[in-house]
T-cell receptor, first 114, second 111 residues
Framework: GAGVSQSPRYKVAKRGQDVALRCDPISGHVSLFWYQQALGQGPEFLTYFQNEAQLDKSGLPSDRFFAERPEGSVSTLKIQRTQQEDSAVYLC????????????FGNGTRLTVT | SQQGEEDPQALSIQEGENATMNCSYKTSINNLQWYRQNSGRGLVHLILIRSNEREKHSGRLRVTLDTSKKSSSLLITASRAADTASYFCAWANFGNEKLTFGTGTRLTIIP
């Protein structure tokens, strides 16, 4: 596709459930980022991949959060045993990975934990 | 948590007026970027300014960067109703592609 695609668009989970959020980056983009955005706030960095290698996961808030990009294309962000504080919009972005490349964002997945 | 701030948090102006928003950061940076976000959507890249640049223009956008004050400003001239959105600055450190975002300015253009 022409842009970054994220699915599902909305996800409602009961507290304690596991969720998986998918990101399809722009074809050929080397770098992929996950951000978490609380209501009315700026995006907060979660993790970063260069191809299939996870180079930075310093922003993952707990060991309940796990991200993968096994073939260097599609990525999945998994949250285990969801908590109410996990409710947020999860944004995925990709870039060609060359120099000062801007990020191309998807429309995000809005997660609500009840 | 954020490592910088934007001000104002919210700004309402009449269509046709100019809008200025400011961004401050705390680290040495390689570049600073501005993004726009419409409600319920992802962020869209507007403009990038490198650390060795002081001013950059793109259409109705003008960005300045003062690395000595660790601050940047975004000016939107001749605003339109379609400019209503949230605007975020974001910066990258040297050798790192990761962007750190500011807190954002919510801009409302009154027709």
């Amino acid at each position: 596709g022409a842009g970054v695609s994220q699915s599902p668009r909305y996800k409602v989970a009961k507290r304690g459930q596991d969720v998986a959020l998918r990101c399809d980056p722009i074809s050929g983009h080397v770098s992929l980022f996950w951000y978490q955005q609380a209501l009315g706030q700026g995006p907060e960095f979660l993790t970063y991949f260069q191809n299939e290698a996870q180079l930075d996961k310093s922003g993952l808030p707990s060991d309940r959060f796990f991200a993968e990009r096994p073939e260097g294309s599609v990525s999945t962000l998994k949250i285990q045993r969801t908590q109410q504080e996990d409710s947020a919009v999860y944004l995925c972005a990709s870039s060609p990975g060359a120099g000062d490349s801007p990020l191309h964002f998807g429309n995000g997945t809005r997660l609500t934990v009840t | 948590s954020q490592q910088g701030e934007e001000d104002p948090q919210a700004l309402s102006i009449q269509e046709g007026e100019n809008a200025t928003m400011n961004c401050s950061y705390k680290t040495s940076i390689n570049n600073l970027q501005w993004y726009r976000q419409n409600s319920g959507r992802g962020l869209v890249h507007l403009i990038l300014i490198r650390s060795n640049e002081r001013e950059k223009h793109s259409g109705r956008l003008r960005v300045t960067l003062d690395t000595s004050k660790k601050s940047s400003s975004l000016l939107i001239t001749a605003s339109r109703a379609a400019d209503t959105a949230s605007y975020f600055c974001a910066w990258a450190n040297f050798g790192n592609e990761k962007l750190t975002f500011g807190t954002g300015t919510r801009l409302t253009i009154i027709p």
